[in-house]
């Protein structure tokens, strides 16, 4: 039922007013987080082939990037952060994902 051209899998990104008041930052942290789905994509797509399923990822920046003392970064800062945070919860995704597709891939071919 897999068309040729259907993607097994979907990364989505949402990013509100709330967290980056400028429509300009809200487009910064879309591309910033594609950049890093499209770096590790491949091995998404691998767990996903191995385990014939398709997944979707909705990632959402829910707070504003601020420093311990509660102060907006600086723009450097604030690129860095995003992709940091998207680099890690990206991995742990993937080895969690890993985890559980592959026990359920190798109990299914032992039946």
């Known amino acids: 039922m897999n068309g040729a051209g259907s993607a097994a899998v979907r990364f989505g990104v949402t990013v509100g007013k709330r967290s980056a008041r400028r429509a300009v930052d809200r487009a910064l942290v879309k591309r910033i987080v594609r950049e890093a789905c499209r770096l590790q994509g491949s091995a998404f797509d691998h767990c996903a082939a191995h385990a014939r399923v398709r997944i979707d990822i909705a990632l959402r920046l829910k707070t504003p990037m ?46």
């Not at 994902?97 to 026990?103: E, I």
């Open 66 to 111: 601020v420093d311990a003392q509660g102060k907006v970064l600086a723009m450097s800062q604030w690129r860095r952060q995003v992709r940091v945070e998207a680099d890690t919860l990206l991995g742990h995704v993937l080895s969690e994902l890993t985890m559980r597709l592959g026990a359920g891939v190798s109990a299914a071919s032992r039946e």
